[in-house]
């Protein structure tokens, strides 16, 4: 049995929040219940803010295999590679694509389940919370059983935005799902719609702090949009540039990054902006944001940067080569992926090259690099395989 559902009937047993309560129809013994949890990478950019940020976490070392762990398709018809990378607890990595959703065994490579009614695809990381693997499909979201894949509830709320920074979340026994034109908000235990906001174009994605706060783009640009935990729009702020990425949300800040280089630090309170900085071309991955530092990949350009969460000064560059890939703070290490020089660990401090993962053995990185459990998982962008290092 995996220690996913280990972990899940342990937090049911030690505590349950207020308001969480069975499923009506019985189809699960025992029920979703949502309560405290510890999972080693639940959603893209590791919490729902999207900080990335972790505690020091130990490495593959640098002699160490890289595996294929799981092929699941391409996007539908064909039309490219599917962006979401994996979620990781216990030794299990949970895989989603446009050919099924699986869970593979880490050291064996063993599938332990998997579900293919995936209807019309996926192109997100799934969510891991309350014992449960939520999947956002292009027309409909999933609960599934994380430990043998069955199928909870599913839920109509729009088609998905299909790519990895638009992936669910789930915060306080809240899912949230951007959908097009929409983030809905969904209990995480029946699927129940609590509310749906609309967010008036493209939704990129969203990040949940105090609030949920959403990017979107139009053809005139793009914006972020506040929302309460009602459901109400707090506020909108414009002219951000064009938004292709979720934002990230720390210390009364929501960072976003546009496609054409810029980075917003907007303040949570009133949508205000606080500075902007010119950073890279085709920046398509959010930051990442711990120690008073703002983490930005190359995009399409060279250097990766480091910016002061305050004022928006430059504090350093590093080359990495282009990067589509949010990067990944680890203690005092950043870690960027590479379109084509491997996974580069950097000081967080200064920027300097501290090792540099794998180097031409690890492909085009295309999702976030995931760290669990002394292994690194990604998805390669030319062909949409998950591999494991270590």
Known sequence: MPSTRRGFLAACAATTFAGCSALADGERDPPITCGPSDYDWPTFGHDPSRTSALGGRDLPPADAPVRRLSHTGTTPNGGGSVDGGPVVDGGVAFVAGDVRVEARDAESGDRLWSFEDVNDGVGTSPALACG????????????????????????????????????????????????????????????????????????????????????????????????????????????LGELYTAPVVAG???????????????????????????????????????????????????????????????????????????????????????ANRGIFLLDAATGEARRRIAGDRLGVVGSQPVVAGGRLYYRLATNSDVYVMG
């Open 132 to 239: 449960a693997l939520y999947v956002s499909a292009l027309n409909r979201t999933v609960a599934l059983d994380a430990a043998t894949g069955e199928r909870l509830w599913s839920a109509d709320v729009g088609v998905a935005a299909f790519d990895d920074t638009a992936s669910p979340t789930v915060r306080d026994g809240t899912l949230f799902v951007p959908a097009s034109g929409v983030v809905a908000a969904l209990d995480a235990e029946t699927g129940e719609r609590r509310w749906t906001a609309a967010v008036d174009g493209g939704v990129a994605g969203v990040a949940v702090g105090d609030r949920a706060y959403a990017a979107a783009h139009t053809n005139d640009g793009g914006h972020l949009v506040a929302i309460t935990p009602a459901g109400e729009r707090w506020w909108r702020t414009d002219d």
């Open 252 to 338: 009364g800040t929501v960072y976003a990054t546009s496609k054409r280089g810029r980075l917003s630090a907007v303040a949570t309170a009133d949508g205000s902006v606080r500075w902007t900085q010119r950073i890279a071309d085709g920046v398509y991955a959010p930051p990442a944001v711990a120690d008073g530092r703002v983490f930005v990949p190359a995009g399409n350009g060279r250097f990766a940067r480091a910016l002061d969460v305050e004022t928006g000064e430059a504090l350093w560059r590093a080359e990495t080569g282009p990067s589509t890939a949010a990067p990944v703070v680890l203690g005092d290490e950043v870690l960027v992926g590479s």
